[in-house]
């Protein structure tokens, strides 16, 4: 069975992203609103003045889950990932 994963996308202007513990907290005016399992993410969007904190950050990329950045007209600024598994000289080869 395939599992099928969610991205998760941050809309809200001043949202603040922390880590706890296995979860994906986010705040908006010191105010808890989303609390979610990471395991269940495959990536991360953020829309606007969207703020990660880097242990949320870090933890993301051990887990295989993109973090992407867009302003908020959706225009890309830059995307975090974490280390990709593969041989380059092993696939030239095979082709």
């Known amino acids: 069975m395939r599992k099928q994963l969610n991205t998760l996308y941050v809309t809200t202007e001043g949202a603040w992203l922390h880590k706890d513990g296995a979860n994906i907290v986010m705040e908006v005016e010191q ?4 609390r979610l399992p990471v ?7 953020c829309f ?5 904190s880097p242990p949320l950050l870090g933890y993301c990329a051990e887990q ?3 973090t992407c ?5 959706g225009k890309f600024l830059a995307r975090v990932e974490g280390p990709v598994s ?7 080869q095979q082709y």
């Not at 105010?31 to 989303?34: D, S």
């Open 48 to 52: 606007g003045r969207v703020l990660v």
């Open 69 to 73: 950045f867009l302003t908020p007209n």
């Open 64 to 66: 295989g889950i993109s």
């Open 39 to 45: 395991h269940m993410l495959e990536s991360l969007v």
């Open 31 to 34: 105010q808890v609103r989303a």
């Open 86 to 92: 593969g041989n380059v000289l092993l696939r030239r």
